[in-house]
């Protein structure tokens, strides 16, 4: 189960497809970078945890298909205890 989502800014090329696979947690920022979109308008690279995403119904397969989607492998998916899942 993931717990909490990264976006490593010097690693995103702004490609999208995180944001077209899960629109509901990515967006892209006026850097053209991949952001975590949070509860209370808050919106950056994270560490994010489960709880501060808007979309906490947002399926583990959906984040997992998101992650894999970028060309550079710029999002990271951590499980319990902090586990790296992803990459």
Known sequence: MIKKISVDRNLCIGAASCVLTAGTVFELD?????????????????PAEKGAWADEA????????????????????????DKQVYP
């Open 30 to 46: 006026g850097e053209n970078k991949a952001i975590i979109i949070q509860k209370n308008s808050v919106k950056n690279s994270g």
């Open 58 to 81: 947002v399926a583990d397969e959906t984040l997992l298909l998101a992650a894999q989607s970028c060309p550079t492998k710029a999002i990271f998916l951590f499980g319990e205890n």
